[in-house]
């Protein structure tokens, strides 16, 4: 009997012990999923919560957001992009290479970033047409998003002379009324000549590539579509005739010649694929809190120009001959990099192609430039009243002429002039 009582104690004892690690390693998983993983928002305005100590657990709203066809007057686009405040690491100055291989970020501190984009010449008349490309989605007669882009359209066409070919990716409706906002908007006897590319079937061609992405950069709601995964292959998607585009989002106002904003290629070195003006909200910053918080004084995620605020793809130039000829951009899908870049930065992201665009910057920095802020002045305040006040006018700031602005999250545009 007493040989049977010790073994039913000890017996006992292993199943209280087994129990206790189950729960702890259990807790473990959780805490980590807390720290690394990110939650998803059916919320069409919230976008994934990206928790890292120290930084605190928030909830995001969403902040802003590609053939042959038929040829007729107009152009279309897509809608807006986009825990405690954690001391500012002092960053070195960031370094980057004007020519050369392309070479990957080594880190894991102090990264390289992209550098800013050349001054173009004062003079950015052109004879070449300028191609322009929007992605739009269920932009019916009288909806915002149809709204937006004819108030796109307009001030575009108000401040230019130049000869726009506008490429719109969208559904059967959504080109309608694209095309009666370009008919409306634009009221010089030169108008732009507009391009239909059928949403589905370009989404079709470029499904496979697209779905590695989608994965690490999609939320619930309107940006969980493929379309808004289009971007980084339009190389494929529009005709090799088509070698340089600006793509827009359909809630910026322009106030400037588009002309001088594509005048900016001319400044492309070898191996520059695009340019894009950095995130003026703390977003990034947020989403590596977790990276942050484990490499101790990185510029990831810090304001510039020492650190990589990340890029806001609202406004973008892509030179598409580069990207068909650039052997390092192909073998990011090849050898599906943005998995292994999303592993190592503990990366969920929510914003579509700007998340891919920003990645891809932190790890090769060689192949974008960043565009003068006042080429995308973001109008979304949105961190400030969440977590980051004492930091956010480092990310906000913008003393460049406002030559484009960007009514991201909703943000009403004030009145030219007022």
């Known amino acids: 009997c007493t040989t049977m009582n010790v073994r039913l104690v ?117 004879t070449n047409p300028i191609d322009v490309v929007f992605l739009l989605h269920g932009a019916g007669p009288h909806s915002l998003l149809a709204g937006q882009f004819e108030r796109c359209i307009r001030s575009m066409c108000q401040h230019t002379d130049a000869q726009l070919v506008l490429h719109i990716i969208a559904d059967a409706s959504s080109f309608q009324a694209a095309s009666a906002a370009v008919q409306q908007g634009c009221t010089k006897p030169n108008k732009p000549t507009l391009v239909h590319l059928d ?33 980084p292959f339009l190389h494929h998607v529009l005709p090799t005739s088509v070698q340089r585009v600006i793509v827009l989002d359909s809630d910026v106002e322009v106030r400037a010649d588009i002309a001088h904003l594509y005048a900016h290629f001319d400044g492309f070195g070898p191996h520059t694929l695009a340019a894009m003006a950095h995130e003026q909200q703390p977003v990034y910053r947020h989403i590596w809190s977790y990276y942050r918080s484990t490499h101790s004084g990185t510029n990831a995620g810090d304001p510039a120009p020492h650190g990589f605020p990340g890029f806001n793809s609202g406004v973008k130039l892509m030179h598409l001959g580069q990207m068909r000829q650039s052997s390092v951009y192909d073998s990011v899908f090849r050898t599906d990099l943005i998995s292994s870049l999303s ?44 977590g980051y006040e004492a930091v956010f006018e480092q990310y906000h700031g913008c003393p460049e002429p406002h030559q484009l602005i960007h009514g991201n999250c909703k943000t009403p545009i004030p009145a030219e002039g007022g």
């Open 343 to 386: 592993a190592k930065f503990r990366f969920q992201g929510h914003l579509g192609d700007q998340d891919f665009y920003t990645l891809l910057g932190l790890h090769f920095p060689d192949l974008f430039q960043h565009l003068p802020c006042g080429w995308n002045r973001q109008l979304c305040t949105w961190w400030r009243n969440h």
């Open 10 to 126: 000890l017996t006992m004892a292993l199943a209280a012990l087994a129990t206790f690690v189950t729960y702890q390693m259990c807790s473990r998983s959780r805490d980590e999923l807390q720290l690394e993983g990110g939650q998803l928002h059916a919320d069409n305005n919230s976008v994934p919560r990206e928790t890292g100590a120290p930084e605190q657990v928030l909830p995001v709203k969403k902040v802003g957001g590609p053939g042959a066809a038929s040829a007729v007057p107009s152009v279309s686009t897509t809608p807006q992009r986009t825990a405690p405040p954690a001391k500012l690491a002092a960053a070195a100055p960031a370094t980057t290479s004007s020519a050369g291989p392309v070479e990957p970020n080594e880190g894991p501190v102090n990264f390289r970033v992209p550098a800013p984009a050349r001054r173009p010449a004062t003079s950015a008349a052109t």
């Open 199 to 231: 949403a589905d079937e370009k989404v079709k061609q470029a499904q496979i590539e697209a779905g590695s992405m989608q994965k690490h950069f999609k939320t619930a709601g309107y940006y969980s579509q493929a379309l808004f995964f289009l971007g």
